[in-house]
C-alpha cells in the first residue's frame, strides 16, 4: 500500500508542474498576442496618417455614369469637398447621399481606392422622358409670362434642364412636351405618361394648364380628357382604337376630340360645331 500511495503522490505533484507550465505558456502567448495586436493597430495608424492617404485634388476622383467617365469639372460641380483631408475620414455613405439629392441623379455608390488613394463613384443618371414649360412669374413691361424650361423623367421628378445638359450636352431631349405646373399633373403622370408612351397615336403634348380638361396634342388633333382621373387608361385605349380616324375624316375639319366619357367617344367638327360619333373597330 505504501508503494502505491507514494507512486500516487508523485503523479499528482508531476501533473502539477505540467500544469503550472501550461498555465505560465498561456499567459506568455497571450502577453505576446497583446503585443502584436498593439503593434498591428499602431503600424496601421501610422501608416492611415502619412501624408499619402490624402485626397489632395479633384482629379483623385473617377466618377462613373454607366460606362461614361465623367469630366473631373463636372465631379466637382456635383460633389461638395474640402480639400486636402485624409481618405479615412471621408464617409462614402454620406458621399453617396448627397449625390442622390441632386435632381439628375437616381442612385450613387462611393467606395475609397488606395492605390492610388482616390475615390470611385457610380451614378445612375435619370431619364427624362418630357420637357416641362413651367409659368412663372409675370413681366410688368410686357404682361407676359415667364417659362421655365424643365424635365421631368417616368416617375415625376422635375430636373432644371441646365442640370441635364451640363451632364449630358450631346444628349437628345425628349419630344414629348407637357405645359402646366408641376401640381396640376404631379399626382397621376406616372399612370399618364406610361399610357401616352405605349399607345399607337403619337402624343407630342400634354397641356394640364386647365384642372378640369386634360388637352393632349396628338397626330390625330387635340384630344380633350376631362378632369385626370382614373379612367386614364381607358381613354388612351380608346383613343388607340380610333388611330384610323384621319383616313376617314378630313383632319383640318376636327376641332378637337372628345373623350371625357370613353365609352361615347365625340369628335366635335369645326363646321357648323357638328358632332360626330365615330365607330371604334371591333377588332382592336
Not at 52 to 65: E, G, R
Request: hydrophobic share 40%; aromatic share 4%; charged share 20%.
Amino acid at each position: 500500500m505504501a508503494g502505491i500511495i507514494s507512486v500516487s503522490r508523485t503523479n499528482l505533484v508531476q501533473r502539477r508542474q505540467k500544469l503550472r507550465r501550461q498555465r505560465r505558456m498561456k499567459i506568455i502567448q497571450a502577453i505576446w498576442r497583446t503585443f502584436a495586436i498593439i503593434g498591428l493597430t499602431g503600424g496601421l495608424f501610422w501608416v492611415a496618417v502619412q501624408p499619402v492617404w490624402m485626397l489632395k485634388a479633384p482629379k483623385q476622383i473617377v466618377m462613373k455614369s454607366g460606362n461614361k467617365l465623367l469630366s473631373d469639372e463636372t465631379a466637382q460641380s456635383l460633389l461638395v469637398l474640402s480639400y486636402p483631408q485624409s481618405l479615412w475620414r471621408i464617409e462614402p455613405a454620406a458621399i453617396a447621399n448627397s449625390l442622390k439629392k441632386q435632381p439628375t441623379i437616381a442612385q450613387a455608390i462611393v467606395r475609397r481606392r488606395l492605390f492610388p488613394p482616390g475615390l470611385i463613384i457610380e451614378i445612375q443618371e435619370r431619364v427624362p422622358v418630357a420637357v416641362t414649360q413651367t409659368p412663372t412669374e409675370q413681366n410688368q413691361g410686357t404682361g407676359n409670362k415667364k417659362v421655365t424650361i424643365g424635365l421631368l423623367d417616368a416617375s415625376g421628378v422635375w430636373m432644371p434642364l441646365e442640370k441635364y445638359t451640363s451632364l449630358n450636352p450631346t444628349s437628345k431631349l425628349p419630344n414629348l412636351r407637357v405645359i402646366g405646373l408641376p401640381k396640376q399633373y404631379c399626382l397621376y403622370w406616372t399612370q399618364l405618361h406610361q399610357a401616352v408612351s405605349q399607345s399607337p397615336v403619337k402624343v407630342m403634348e400634354i397641356d394640364c394648364r386647365n384642372p378640369t380638361n386634360l388637352i393632349l396634342k396628338t397626330e390625330l388633333g387635340n384630344v380633350h380628357l376631362g378632369v385626370p382621373g382614373p379612367q386614364l387608361s381607358e381613354q388612351i385605349k380608346v383613343l388607340a382604337q380610333m388611330r384610323h380616324l384621319g383616313a376617314k375624316l378630313n383632319s383640318s375639319q376636327i376641332e378637337y376630340i372628345d373623350l371625357k366619357n370613353p365609352e361615347l367617344p365625340l369628335v366635335q367638327m369645326n363646321q357648323k360645331d357638328q358632332k360626330l360619333t365615330p365607330k371604334i373597330p371591333k377588332n382592336i
